[in-house]
């Protein structure tokens, strides 16, 4: 007498079973369909739903035999159907919004040299550059700064690492 097949969709013993919902499945080749179960919806930072579907299918188990496993992935609405009256509201559902970071600020800034002509330029944040006399710079013309007589990189900040390198690399090419 046969043995039952296990169902690789029930939950480990003792375990809850995860809610889930039937949802057919568009194979690639976009004539067939296959029912798999719906686990989860979620959306991270705005970008696409994606769906997690999990899909009954046999392996090989060693010894001659084969049994159930469940094959689990991510996939967008697009290749996803709906089956009438499947009640979707049991699967979670989750949106993930999170509030954008400021983007990192990598900008430079000037100031007049204590004593003789010329200028230091500094990282935004540099603790040399509290106080008047700045002026902010992109990195095109904290490079253009970095050419004029008597300009000289911050070597307390990241100044001198960053700019005396890419001046370096674009010598021979004015």
Same mark, same amino acid.
């Given at each position: 007498?046969? *043995?039952? !097949? #296990?169902?690789?969709?029930?939950? %480990? ?6 809610? $889930?919902?039937?949802? +057919? ?12 179960r ?41 290749v ?8 979707? *509201?049991? !699967? #979670?559902?989750?949106r993930?919004? %999170? ?5 990192p600020? $990598?900008?430079?800034? +000037? ?45 307390s ?13 674009g010598?021979?090419?004015?």
């Amino acid at each position: 007498m046969a *043995s039952p !097949v #296990p169902d690789p969709w029930k939950g %480990h013993a003792g375990s809850e079973p995860e809610p $889930w919902a039937p949802i +057919t499945l568009l194979l690639p080749d976009g004539r067939q369909r296959l029912e798999v179960r719906l686990y989860e919806r979620r959306q991270d930072d705005h970008g696409p739903w994606m769906y997690l579907i999990g899909a009954q299918l046999w392996q090989h188990a060693g010894g001659g035999t084969i049994e159930p496993v469940e094959f689990r992935t991510w996939v967008t609405p697009e290749v996803l159907e709906p089956i009438p009256g499947a009640d979707m *509201s049991v !699967v #979670p559902k989750h949106r993930a919004t %999170h509030d954008p970071e400021p983007a990192p600020r $990598w900008g430079w800034v +000037t100031r007049p040299k204590a004593r003789g002509r010329g200028l230091i330029i500094h990282d935004h944040d540099c603790e040399h550059v509290e106080g008047g006399g700045r002026r902010e710079l992109d990195i095109e013309e904290a490079l253009d700064a970095m050419l004029r007589p008597g300009a000289e990189a911050c070597t307390s900040c990241d100044a001198a690492a960053v700019l005396v390198p890419m001046l370096q690399l674009g010598e021979g090419y004015a």
